[in-house]
């Protein structure tokens, strides 16, 4: 496993985040989510072999927020 940090702009309230978090923990291969407003970012902790970079920024979009950074330690 991985962790995958997420800087998301767009999100302004609570009901953003769990948008957020819901779309980022049904992407295949993503194990656990934690969404931060105050940070604007989420970290998600993923098998890197299934859940791409791509897929997660497509995920965000799809829900209306932009991924402004993307980094996997």
């Keep these: 496993m991985k962790t995958a940090t997420l ?8 009901g953003c ?3 957020v978090r819901r ?3 049904r992407a295949p291969g ?3 989510v934690q969404v931060d ?3 604007q ?3 998600v902790s993923l ?3 299934v859940a791409t970079e791509a897929a997660l920024r497509s995920a965000v979009d799809g829900a209306g927020f932009t ?3 993307y980094a996997v330690a």
Excluded: H, W
């Design 23 to 25: 779309v980022l923990e």
């Design 30 to 32: 993503v194990a656990s």
């Design 37 to 39: 407003l105050a940070t």
């Design 47 to 49: 098998d890197p072999a």
């Design 67 to 69: 991924v402004r950074q």
């Design 17 to 19: 985040v769990a948008s």
């Design 41 to 43: 970012s989420a970290t």
């Design 7 to 14: 800087s998301i702009d767009g999100m302004t309230c609570g």
